[in-house]
């Protein structure tokens, strides 16, 4: 497997995971973590953006077709799946950003029956 390749592969992966674990939206990888970043630790994010921004250099720019990297690619995509992994063995695999929205919103309903507005 080439590395244009490996990192397109490994991309879809991360993207198919970021939809349905974590419910991403947007175009790109790039776009995808951003939009759920504040459900996943800062350095799986950093992991990811550093996938994208390789496989991005590798399909847009003229002059980049292999990774300098190679090993250092493969480690970060092994790290991520990993940390995937270990999140959907925790007790609220739904991501812990609906956990703490739900926890927000029933606090607000709680003040505002407090205060009487509702």
Known sequence: MNDLERAVRASKQIEARLERQFG???KGLH???SSVERSLPAALVKRIRYVATLRNKLVHEDNYHRLDDR?????AVKTIQQEFRKMDKSPFPWGLAIVSTLVVA????IALLFLGLV
């Open 24 to 26: 991403a939206r947007g």
């Open 31 to 33: 776009e995808k973590v």
């Open 71 to 75: 090993a250092s690619f493969k480690r």
């Open 106 to 109: 029933i606090f607000v309903a």
